[in-house]
Each structure stands twice: as structure tokens, then as C-alpha cells.
């Protein structure tokens, strides 16, 4: 079973205040055809358990706030910061074009508290943060509460998992990329409800292998693993539609392909194995460090998994 459940998630949280608005700039970092612009995020806070607790949220200009809308959080990685995750993944045009309110949390530290971290991280009140943001965006703008979202990478993805476990009675899919899905999670946590999940691994992530044996050490499923535990939880049966992915433009080493599960009892699964990829988020304009492997833009994480979220909403409540 889990071992940070119980009493600890369900605490009550303060109330939230408006910090400040910064404007966030893509420069230098781009190596695909995303070009420089301003874009005013609003930093808040609220109160967990007697600690201040930050995240950057992003509204699209002009967003009709007379009707409700969907929200998707989006979890950073291990030592990463919600400044760095609204870079990597760009949601601002995609947020724009679908009519989304985006939230990026801070950790309390590097780790979120998942089943991956280290045991100092496992006593924080991470899902109580969720609780109190979705609680504060929906007290300051109109948000569609059938249409919650989490998405995350790498240990984002896994706190993705966790809050998907432990609220899917709030939280309409989520969207894991570049990890696999916690052995823990696996084990000790499935939905209450049939939870969408679209997935982004690649097959040669340093971090979080693709290889079952290999990732079992890490208390993680691997490729294979994740995509098996996924299908069986929301019972898909037979096996999935494999489709093969155009390849991006210029030719590259990666490849992408689609492992589709239809046919669901539950809900559908969406895996997609990156072919060659490293432990990157596919489609970002940011370059990332030549040790975590090849990035694809054969795909982009961030649009597919909207397209995703936004076909398959069944409602949370």
C-alpha cells in the first residue's frame, strides 16, 4: 500500500493571497520555430497547513471568464521549478487556442511526494496544495470542475499518478511524461474511477527505463510494465492499435509510435513510445542537457495530451 496516505492528504489548507505578476520571456533556448514573446503569468500562493505554498498560473488574454473552462496543472521535475516547467512545455499557445487556465506549482523542495522521492519528501502535503489551488483558481476565475487536469515530468509525472489515485473523485486525466508509472502506485492505489491517462516515454531514458527489469529497481514499471498495469486498470481489452507517427520534418533519430487502447470497460489509455528518445519533454522549444538523451518533435507532449484531455472528459464528480 502507499505509504504517505491517510490522514496526511486529507488536512485542511488556508486561505490564498495574490503575490505578484511577472512576465515570462522565451529567448535563447529555442531550437524549433517558436519565437521570442512576453507572457504575463500571475504568481499566487496559499496557505497549506500553516505554509505558504506558490505556483504560476497562466489565463489567456481576452479568456471569456463569464464561462467555465478547463484547468490543467502541470508538475515540474525533480530540482526543476514551475517557472522552468512553464518554459518546457509552452502550453501558452495551445492554453490559447483551446481556452485553458494552466497552473504550474512550486514543490516545497526538489521533490514532489511521490513513491519515487526520498523519504524526507514523503510527509509534505502536496495533494493538500492541489486541493487549496483548484479551491483559490475556482474562487478567482471560472473554471470547468468536470475538466481538471494534472500532467507532470518525470517526478512531476509521478506526482501526477499520486494526485490521480488520491483525488480522482476532482481530477478528469492526466498526462505522464518521461516516466513510467509508479510500481507503488500500481499496486496499492488504483482510481476509484475510470481515469484517462496519456503517456510519453522514451525508450532510452536515462532515468526512468524503458526496461521492466531495470525499472523495477527503481520501484518503477517500465515501458511494457506501465502500458500493461494502464490497459488492465481500465479495462482494454484485446490488444491496442499501434500506429506509426509521421516523422518530424529534417529527418531525425527518433521515432514516435502510438500504442491506442480502445474498447475500454473504463477509459482510454494513449501510450506513446518515443523510439530512440531520452528523458525529455517531447515537442518543447527548450534544449535539454546532451545526458538526458535525444528529444523528439515528432510529436508535441503539450498539444497531445490537450487533444487528449479534451476528448475524454467524462466528468470527475
Known sequence: MMRRGGGGYSERFGQAVIVAFTAVVLGSCTDGPVGVRDVVSEERSVEVLGTSRAYRLFVPEGLDLATPHPLVFVFHGATQSASGAELMSWFYPTAEA???????????????NTPASPSGYWGVP?????DAMIEDIAGQRSIDLDRIFAAGFSNGAVFAQVVGCLRSGSI??????GAGI??????GCPWERPMPVAVFLGDRDPQFFWDDGAAA??????????ANWLAEQN???GEP???ALPPEEGGSATSVELFRYRGCTGAPVDFYRIRGGGHTWPGSPLNFSAELGRKTRAVSAT?????????HTGGAR
Open 303 to 311: 498539444e497531445t495530451m490537450t487533444s487528449f484531455f479534451l476528448m
Open 172 to 177: 478528469a486525466g492526466i498526462a505522464v511524461v
Open 235 to 237: 479495462g482494454c481489452a
Open 98 to 112: 483551446q481556452g485553458l487556465i494552466v497552473a504550474f506549482p512550486q514543490a516545497a523542495g526538489d521533490y514532489w
Open 217 to 226: 529497481g527503481l520501484g518503477m514499471l517500465g515501458g511494457a510494465g506501465s
Open 126 to 130: 502536496d495533494v493538500p496544495f492541489v
Open 241 to 243: 492499435e499501434v500506429i
Open 182 to 187: 509508479s510500481a507503488e502506485v500500481a499496486d
